[in-house]
């Protein structure tokens, strides 16, 4: 596979270019641009352009598209050109590609591939979407122990044209067992005849094929390894996750993170493509559960009718509490769901952070509560501002440990804790806001 230096840095054209810059930024474009420039085509234009190109970068061009491009090239093109394309592209990419086809076309595309080919795509597609075999490829170098340094560099040039990546290889014993791992510097500066058995590392870091890809990209970071071997529960070699495809993943596990902060089901499509039935139906379910909870916040406010009709002032400031409430809410959660999701914080962790978020949430309310007594002093005098004042004071408190202890509760219930935050948070808070602003309120002035 070509690397980035091999192709020049070239401004892309505008897509009503003369034929002659067209052409040449086609031939000599980093597939990378090429693929995003032919998303911008008719998708009458685009198979013409990449059939012309020799078969690897045509493959290459097209693993770049996106799965939505893909998946409408894949209805057009016969299967004889797609399964070209598919035997040259890289494994993980194979799958991926194999994954978005329907039923019917994945039939039609397994006729016109070899069997190592449609074995190995069947292998890797049963792994779920979420875990280390969803991501994995079995594109990687393997040595055996009982090597020399000469012999295994002369092994690493025969499987190089074949492998993702040739830096660290894999030592494996006469089952497919993981006994040890080899990096390429290791291996160079090593003496002539030294067996890779006496220099290899023989503890490998490696990971479950079950493992969220998640924690898979997480281990890569931590231990930052370029791929990361992952086994079996009889630790045979299954394939490797590269750090390429662990950071794809994590841009999708935070993609999905903000969908579901946002209170959107998450969905692959990129945004610019999804359709209008696609929006609305990911939007819809969380929009219509939000109206029940609103009703909560409808219900207070008539419960309180006669205090709001005697002190009409106290509608003045129910916007400006509320949404403080929802704002401490939804940023102790943010915090929250980050923490949680890069591992800085545990279950276990909760009473202490409970307790200092108390601390905090005290400051905060503290100082929003004498940022908007004067303003109630001016609108209503000394009542109305004792009333806003500790209203503003306790919808900080409980709105903020609203927010830090909903997405503790979601994981202890193996739930997803990013649904936690903002319009969640925010309803809860709002609902609770209510409550609180008109008791206060109700308790002062009486008294």
Do not use: C
């Amino acid at each position: 596979m070509k690397n980035a230096d091999q192709f020049p840095n070239r401004s892309t054209p505008s897509i009503n270019a003369p034929a002659d810059i067209i052409t040449e930024f086609v031939a000599t474009a980093h597939p990378v641009d090429l693929a995003d420039w032919l998303g911008q085509l008719p998708r009458s234009e685009i198979w013409s352009l990449i059939a012309d190109m020799d078969l690897a970068r045509r493959a290459l061009v097209f693993s770049h598209l996106s799965p939505e491009l893909q998946a409408d090239l894949a209805a057009e093109v016969s299967p004889q050109d797609l399964a070209e394309i598919v035997t040259q592209m890289e494994t993980d990419d194979r799958v991926d590609f194999f994954n978005l086809l329907t039923p019917v076309e994945q039939h039609r595309l397994a006729q016109h591939l070899a069997d190592e080919e449609r074995e190995n795509i069947r292998r890797l597609s049963a792994h779920d979407a979420d875990t280390a075999g969803a991501i994995m490829t079995t594109d990687y170098a393997t040595l055996g122990a009982d090597m020399t340094t000469q012999e295994a560099i002369a092994e690493l040039r025969r499987q190089a044209p074949n492998t993702e990546t040739i830096y660290r290889s894999y030592i494996l014993d006469g089952t497919g067992r993981l006994i040890g791992s080899l990096r390429l510097h290791e291996l160079i500066l090593a003496v002539d005849d030294a067996l890779i058995g006496d220099i290899m590392d023989q503890s490998p870091i490696s990971v479950p094929v079950t493992m969220d890809r998640e924690d898979v990209a997480k281990t890569i970071a931590r231990y930052d390894i370029l791929a990361l071997p992952v086994t079996d529960a009889d630790g045979r070699l299954l394939g490797i996750v590269t750090h390429d495809d662990a950071a794809d993943a994590m841009q999708a596990e935070t993609t999905e993170d903000f969908q579901k902060i946002s209170t959107v089901l998450p969905f692959t499509q990129n945004l610019r493509e999804a359709g209008i039935g696609i929006l609305y139906s990911k939007r819809i379910v969380w929009l219509a559960l939000l109206v029940f909870g609103n009703l909560f916040s409808g219900a207070g406010i008539a419960y309180f009718e006669e205090t709001i009709l005697a002190y009409v002032s106290l509608v003045f400031f129910l916007p400006l509490l509320i949404d403080s409430s929802g704002n401490a809410g939804s940023q102790s959660a943010t915090l929250m769901v980050r923490a949680l999701a890069t591992g800085d914080v545990a279950l276990k962790d909760w009473r202490n952070l409970i307790l200092r978020e108390l601390v905090v949430a005290s400051a905060l309310g503290a100082t929003m509560a004498l940022v908007v007594l004067p303003l109630g002093a001016v609108r209503g005098g000394a009542e109305i501002a004792l009333t806003v004042g500790l209203t503003m004071f306790m919808v900080v408190i409980i709105g903020s440990l609203v927010g830090m202890s909903l997405p503790f509760l979601l994981s202890r219930l193996r739930l997803d804790p990013a649904t936690a935050s903002g319009p969640l948070v925010t309803t809860i808070s709002d609902g609770v806001g209510v409550l609180i602003y008109f008791s206060i309120a109700t308790l002062v002035l009486a008294i």
